[in-house]
C-alpha cells in the first residue's frame, strides 16, 4: 500500500495568500490554481480584473507542474523545434502548459501539489508563484 503527501485545503490557502499578495504589490489581477500531486484543483482564485483567458492558464499550469514535476518555464526553453522535447506541449489533451508561472510544491523531496498563476508577463506569474511557495516554506 502506498502513502501519498498531499496539500490540504489549509496548505494551499497558504500559497494563494503568498500569490495573491505579491500580484497586489505589483498591481497586477491574477488567477492563482493549487493542485495536489496528480494535479486535481484544490484551491482557486481570481482576482478581481483578472483576464478570463487565466482562469484556465493557471490550473493547467498548475496541472502540468504537478504532473511532469518541473516548473512550466523549463519546458518552454526545452520545447523548441527540433529538439526532442518539442511535441510534449500537445499531450495531456491540450492541458500541458509551456507558459512559465507553474511550479511543483515539494516538501522533503515529493511533490505534495503545484501552484500555478496567469495573469501577467510570464515573468510576473513566476514571481506571484514563487511568492506562493516562499509562503508556504515560511520564508
Known amino acids: 500500500m502506498l502513502s501519498i503527501q498531499r496539500l490540504s485545503y489549509d496548505d494551499a490557502a497558504v500559497l494563494l495568500a503568498g500569490a495573491e ?17 496528480a494535479g486535481h484543483l484544490i484551491a482557486f482564485k481570481r482576482m478581481d480584473g483578472a483576464k ?22 523549463e519546458y518552454n526553453e526545452m520545447c523548441q523545434p527540433g529538439s526532442l522535447v518539442f511535441g510534449i506541449h500537445t499531450s495531456m ?31 510576473q506569474d513566476m514571481a506571484c508563484a514563487e511568492a506562493g511557495l516562499k509562503m508556504f516554506a515560511g520564508d
Open 93 to 123: 489533451d491540450g492541458r500541458f502548459s509551456t507558459v512559465g508561472g507553474g511550479y511543483p510544491v515539494i516538501v522533503v523531496g515529493a511533490v505534495v501539489g503545484a501552484i500555478g498563476v496567469s495573469g501577467g508577463a510570464a515573468e
Open 21 to 37: 499578495e505579491k500580484a497586489r504589490d505589483i498591481g497586477v489581477a491574477m488567477c492563482i490554481a493549487v493542485t495536489d500531486e
Open 52 to 73: 478570463q483567458l487565466s482562469v484556465k492558464l493557471s490550473d493547467d499550469k498548475a496541472y502540468t507542474a504537478a504532473m511532469s514535476k518541473r516548473p512550466t518555464h
